[in-house]
């Protein structure tokens, strides 16, 4: 097998997060900015940082454990880590462009 | 741990407490109560527990048993000690009404009837405290919208305390002169601490944090929501020690009702001002169907604070009592807590269902599990219902309060209806539907894995 960073695996990765949706919002976590860093260690293993849009949110049990189980379900990942962290709190400022002409919301 | 965060039996308290809110409507209906009857008649007393405990207290109870986990960050107590605590409710309350029943002629007498319904009552609602107060023990101290439901259990633990007093009035079992006195001279603080303390307080508290969180508005916990919580615990404060000692002494209550009224209003309008910065600054510019009925019941509440005011400077306060009531328990709590429970079950519904196969497959968003246009005209109808009943109300004719009670009826039916096609996931797209691993929700109670 030819050399690997783990860079190569950040866009699968950020693709497959894709499927995880804030259910309130109806739209993908990566693209909210719930997503604030991905990482993949030398034993392939890919440690996710990510927030919900509201600290207590009822669904921050699913929302790691599907983040979890998109991250590890990439080809060439042999297991997934995802930690929660509310610092810095999520605004809707932290949204892709995409995200933010979905919910109307000023580019700035 | 996955599931942790779900309230196994909050859709029980909500199934029990639509039904209770669809008989006292139905019984309004039929002319059951006032303005049929006297505000004190057995028969308004039976439809007006049915509203507030049945329907209102059962509403909170279930909500909170889902949203101070939300609030505190910390899981539940305990996911198991709600169900005794719904049923000793759902007995005790049925206690109360034959009570009612037989000093209304219609029952035999039961001596006991009265101070079962003060036990039952009294061990449900301690249970609910219990698991609640257990929970915020984890979190002490409170943050900010989490201290208004503190203050709103104290109220509940007041009005059933005062509420157990009325009972044992009405058994006969009252022998203590002290005692005796409240029972005649505390009822509108039972109403106020029930009412106002409990069930508007707290409302306060979990508005503030549901509003920011669906409308996607900067949370607020600056001087202004501060002062609406100091003033309004101050309110019942004065409500509940100057007013107790004033009924307790035969005397007036005039002097602390005032003194609570001042410092009422002003925690109205500074809660006021802050909803409005809720809505004015909130990201998400198209709001849903939960947050619009939510405005609108707020404004109900705005109109009954006017009319309250106007009532009192008329001296008309006694004479219009029955309708200002009627405003404040139909189209304030029940209008806000129709509107959140539309958001919360689709929420919790979509949680059971499509929470465990997050990331494994694509799944519906919470507003495909709800068709909001259909729903939108059932809560028209009921507000236009209430605003019709409450003017049948302050001019005098029962008959047309009757026929607007039964509209308030057939939309909240229609709302019921809208509930359960969301519960069994009738509006979600086939496709998306059921995907594998999934749970079907069950309609009366909530999966929870551990």
């Given at each position: 097998?030819?050399?690997?960073?783990?860079?190569?695996?950040?866009?699968?990765?950020?693709?497959?997060l894709?499927?995880?949706?804030?259910?309130?919002?109806?739209?993908?976590?990566v693209?909210?900015?719930?997503?604030?860093e991905?990482?993949?260690?030398?034993?392939?293993?890919?440690?996710?940082?990510?927030?919900?849009?509201?600290?207590?949110?009822?669904?921050?049990?699913?929302?790691?454990?599907?983040?979890?189980?998109?991250?590890?379900?990439?080809?060439?990942?042999?297991?997934?880590?995802?930690?929660?962290?509310?610092?810095?709190?999520?605004?809707?400022r932290?949204?892709?462009?995409?995200?933010?002409?979905?919910?109307?919301?000023?580019?700035? | 741990m996955?599931g942790?965060?779900?309230?196994?039996?909050?859709?029980?308290?909500?199934?029990?407490?639509?039904?209770?809110?669809?008989?006292?409507?139905?019984?309004?209906?039929?002319?059951?109560g006032y303005?049929?009857a006297?505000?004190?008649?057995?028969?308004?007393?039976?439809?007006?527990?049915?509203?507030?405990?049945?329907?209102?207290?059962?509403?909170?109870c279930?909500?909170l048993?889902?949203?101070?986990?939300?609030?505190?960050?910390?899981?539940?107590?305990?996911?198991?000690?709600?169900?005794?605590?719904?049923?000793?409710?759902?007995a005790?309350?049925?206690?109360?009404?034959a009570g009612?029943?037989?000093?209304?002629?219609?029952?035999?007498?039961?001596?006991?009837?009265?101070?079962?319904?003060?036990?039952?009552?009294?061990?449900?609602?301690?249970?609910?405290?219990?698991?609640?107060?257990?929970?915020f023990?984890?979190?002490?101290?409170?943050?900010?919208?989490?201290?208004?439901?503190?203050?709103?259990?104290?109220?509940?633990?007041?009005?059933?305390?005062?509420g157990?007093?009325?009972?044992?009035?009405?058994?006969?079992?009252?022998h203590?002169?002290l005692?005796?006195?409240?029972?005649?001279h505390?009822?509108?603080?039972h109403?106020?601490a029930?009412?106002?303390?409990?069930?508007?307080?707290?409302?306060?508290?979990?508005?503030?944090?549901?509003?920011?969180?669906?409308?996607?508005?900067?949370?607020?916990?600056?001087?202004?929501?501060?002062?609406?919580?100091?003033?309004?615990?101050?309110?019942?404060?004065?409500?509940?020690?100057?007013?107790?000692?004033?009924?307790?002494?035969?005397?007036?209550?005039?002097?602390?009702?005032?003194?609570?009224g001042?410092?009422?209003?002003?925690?109205?309008?500074?809660?006021?001002?802050?909803?409005?910065?809720?809505?004015?600054?909130?990201?998400?510019?198209?709001?849903?169907?939960?947050?619009?009925?939510?405005?609108?019941?707020?404004?109900?509440?705005?109109?009954?604070v006017?009319?309250?005011?106007?009532?009192?400077?008329?001296?008309?306060?006694?004479?219009?009592?029955?309708?200002?009531?009627?405003?404040?328990?139909?189209?304030?709590?029940?209008?806000?807590?129709?509107?959140?429970?539309?958001?919360?079950?689709?929420?919790?519904?979509?949680?059971?269902?499509?929470?465990?196969?997050?990331?494994?497959?694509?799944?519906?968003?919470?507003?495909?599990?709800?068709?909001?246009?259909?729903?939108?005209?059932?809560?028209?109808?009921?507000?236009?219902?209430?605003?019709?009943?409450?003017?049948?109300?302050?001019t005098?004719?029962?008959?047309?309060?009757?026929?607007?009670?039964?509209?308030?009826?057939?939309?909240?039916?229609?709302?019921?209806?809208?509930?359960?096609r969301?519960?069994?996931?009738?509006?979600?797209?086939?496709?998306?539907?059921?995907?594998?691993?999934?749970?079907?929700?069950?309609?009366?109670?909530?999966?929870?894995?551990?």
């Amino acid at each position: 097998m030819s050399e690997w960073t783990g860079d190569d695996f950040l866009d699968p990765i950020r693709e497959a997060l894709r499927l995880v949706i804030d259910p309130e919002l109806g739209y993908n976590i990566v693209d909210l900015g719930l997503v604030y860093e991905i990482d993949v260690d030398d034993g392939r293993i890919a440690h996710v940082t990510m927030t919900t849009t509201t600290r207590g949110c009822p669904a921050t049990d699913y929302l790691r454990s599907g983040a979890h189980q998109a991250a590890a379900s990439v080809t060439g990942i042999a297991s997934a880590d995802v930690t929660m962290t509310y610092d810095p709190p999520w605004t809707p400022r932290m949204m892709s462009p995409q995200a933010k002409e979905h919910f109307g919301i000023a580019d700035d | 741990m996955q599931g942790t965060t779900l309230s196994r039996w909050t859709l029980s308290y909500f199934a029990v407490a639509v039904v209770f809110l669809l008989a006292a409507q139905a019984l309004m209906a039929l002319g059951v109560g006032y303005p049929s009857a006297a505000l004190r008649a057995p028969q308004t007393l039976i439809v007006v527990h049915c509203v507030t405990v049945g329907w209102l207290s059962l509403l909170m109870c279930g909500a909170l048993f889902q949203f101070v986990p939300v609030l505190l960050a910390r899981p539940i107590y305990s996911n198991m000690l709600p169900l005794p605590a719904l049923i000793l409710i759902v007995a005790g309350l049925g206690a109360l009404i034959a009570g009612f029943l037989q000093l209304a002629g219609a029952l035999p007498w039961m001596p006991h009837c009265f101070i079962a319904a003060g036990i039952l009552l009294g061990s449900g609602f301690a249970v609910v405290l219990w698991t609640l107060g257990r929970t915020f023990a984890r979190a002490w101290p409170p943050n900010l919208p989490a201290q208004f439901v503190v203050v709103g259990l104290c109220a509940i633990a007041v009005t059933v305390t005062f509420g157990i007093v009325f009972a044992l009035g009405y058994g006969g079992y009252l022998h203590s002169a002290l005692l005796a006195k409240l029972r005649v001279h505390a009822l509108p603080l039972h109403v106020i601490a029930g009412l106002g303390g409990w069930l508007t307080f707290t409302a306060f508290g979990v508005s503030h944090r549901l509003l920011a969180m669906f409308m996607l508005s900067p949370e607020l916990d600056g001087p202004t929501t501060r002062w609406t919580l100091y003033l309004g615990t101050l309110a019942l404060a004065i409500v509940v020690g100057a007013g107790t000692v004033a009924a307790a002494t035969a005397g007036g209550l005039e002097i602390a009702l005032s003194l609570a009224g001042l410092a009422g209003l002003a925690c109205l309008a500074l809660y006021g001002s802050d909803v409005v910065q809720l809505y004015r600054r909130r990201v998400r510019r198209v709001i849903e169907l939960n947050s619009r009925m939510a405005a609108v019941a707020l404004a109900h509440l705005a109109a009954a604070v006017l009319l309250i005011i106007a009532c009192a400077a008329l001296g008309g306060i006694a004479r219009f009592s029955g309708a200002l009531v009627f405003l404040v328990c139909f189209g304030w709590l029940t209008g806000l807590g129709l509107a959140k429970l539309y958001k919360i079950v689709a929420f919790v519904t979509w949680l059971e269902c499509y929470g465990p196969v997050l990331g494994k497959t694509p799944t519906p968003r919470v507003q495909d599990l709800v068709v909001e246009p259909r729903a939108a005209r059932w809560f028209w109808l009921y507000f236009a219902a209430v605003d019709f009943a409450t003017l049948c109300l302050f001019t005098g004719t029962p008959l047309m309060f009757r026929a607007a009670a039964a509209f308030m009826t057939i939309a909240t039916l229609g709302i019921a209806v809208e509930l359960v096609r969301t519960r069994r996931l009738v509006n979600v797209k086939e496709a998306l539907r059921l995907p594998s691993g999934a749970h079907a929700p069950r309609l009366l109670l909530t999966f929870v894995a551990h």
